[in-house]
């Protein structure tokens, strides 16, 4: 009695390897777009967090706004902390994301956006309507 020998083929073994290969490649793209939508979504939180800090400053302050920002950098009127910290990049060092401009009668506080969705040109609070907005922007409300 003649015994067959069981297995794949040579050609079973590399259609399954790049089935394989296609979904890890679908699954990677997916993840990496789900890390910068989640890295762009806690810097837009770090700004909105910046913009109260700043309106309640200038509330306690009678009419100013901080002037200071950075590393480190706590905002705070008298004994109370109206911002404990100036908030970090979610990507770490090497990316700039946060740029402040501080003046004790405005301020702009911007974020630099990897997907694009933000509400300014520019770092500089440039609400227009066209062009690509790769920033997210809050500034003065008074």
Do not use: H
């Amino acid at each position: 009695m003649k015994t067959k020998n069981a297995g794949f083929t040579l050609f079973e073994l590399l259609v399954s390897i790049s089935i394989i290969a296609i979904l890890v490649a679908v699954a990677t793209a997916s993840f990496s777009s789900a890390q910068r939508k989640a890295r762009d979504a806690k810097r837009i939180q770090d700004i909105e967090a910046v913009r109260k800090a700043a309106e309640q400053y200038y509330m306690l302050s009678n009419a100013n706004y901080p002037t200071v920002s950075g590393v480190g950098v706590s905002w705070a009127v008298g004994s109370q902390t109206v911002l404990e910290s100036w908030p970090s990049d979610p990507k770490g060092v090497g990316y700039t994301a946060y740029v402040p401009t501080l003046t004790a009668s405005t301020y702009c506080v911007c974020a630099a956006l990897e997907s694009g969705n933000g509400n300014s040109t520019t770092s500089g609070c440039n609400f227009v309507a066209a062009g690509t907005k790769n920033w997210f922007c809050v500034r003065n409300q008074q």
